[in-house]
């Protein structure tokens, strides 16, 4: 096929030995199967910000840390370098995330390098060597669906215990390769423990995965993986091996308000005390 245009310096460069066809064009990026030190990859392009439908929300970059402190303090303004240097911070987000999780364990496609605005990668492929589809395309037995479901529990655990929330999981960017679920498209992956977010978007990302497989093993419709993981996760207790039930008892415990407010007082107390002024005997 004609190369085009954004993967042409890669091609002069002989980062890319050959553009072989379109893969898919979704709402922040175009994908194409290339040959790369001879063998099969993918080449994701971004497009310009301008060009997308997908909105850099507020409530994903929230936690994500700068740095640079002159590109931090030209992000939190609106001058040209500014948009720039945040369009470019959320362009390198995936490339990060997925270095990141690669390390970690986390099935999803390996980077191999990022140029100009374009991620190479490996090609995630099923069992014929074609590209892999995605689990919206498939249609799976319960047993496959309670073994692939098992399989994304713990790459979302691996991936909290690596500090990321995908932020946008669900059947659409999850690929079924030979060996089964590899995650995908992780622009939007936040911090855990830097968003306040992050809590509810794991939640999402959880129950989202509990739906689909659900289709095909109702079983799991009545599982609590999302609770069950986050509880651990803030008490510390979250291990990429720790034994999950997919049950969760919220705490019902009553509080004692007035404890509680015993607790405060004696907290502004304090506070007042330490801001009050201190004088010297010399003073008076």
């Known amino acids: 096929m004609k190369i085009p245009k954004r993967l042409q310096p890669l091609v002069d460069d002989g980062m890319i030995d050959e553009v072989i066809c379109q ?3 979704g709402k922040e990026a175009q994908v194409y199967v290339v040959r790369a030190g001879g063998k099969p990859s993918c080449a994701k392009v971004f497009k310009e910000a301008k060009q997308r439908s997908f909105k850099q929300a507020v409530q994903y970059q929230e936690g994500r840390k700068v740095r640079n402190s002159r590109r931090a303090r030209a992000m939190s303004k609106k001058t040209r370098y500014g948009q ?3 369009e470019s911070a959320w362009l390198n987000a995936e490339v990060e995330a997925l270095y990141r999780l690669d390390a970690a364990g986390v099935r999803v496609p ?3 390098g990022f140029v100009d605005g374009v991620l190479l990668m490996e090609m995630i492929a099923d069992a ?7 689990l919206d395309d ?3 037995t319960e047993q496959q669906a309670l073994e692939y479901h098992a399989k994304v529990i713990d790459d979302v655990v691996r991936m909290l215990c690596a500090g990321l929330v995908h932020g946008d999981l669900s059947e659409f960017n999850v690929l079924l390769d030979a060996s089964g679920p590899v995650i995908i498209d992780l622009p939007q992956a936040v911090d855990a423990a830097g968003n306040n977010s992050a809590a509810s978007m794991l939640e999402r990302d959880v129950n989202n995965m509990r739906a689909y497989f659900g289709r095909f093993a109702p079983a799991l419709l ?4 999302a609770k069950e993981i986050w509880a651990l996760f803030e008490a510390g207790r979250l291990q990429p091996d720790t034994p999950l039930s997919g049950r969760f008892e919220a705490d019902t415990s009553s509080v004692d308000v007035d404890d509680l407010m015993e607790v405060i007082d004696d907290v502004r107390a304090e506070e007042a005390n330490r801001r009050a002024p201190s004088w010297d005997e010399e003073d008076w």
């Open 23 to 25: 893969l898919m064009s």
């Open 84 to 86: 720039k240097e945040q």
């Open 110 to 112: 390996k980077p191999y």
């Open 128 to 134: 014929e060597g074609y590209a892999a589809p995605r």
């Open 138 to 140: 498939v249609t799976l």
């Open 222 to 225: 009545e599982t609590r993986y």
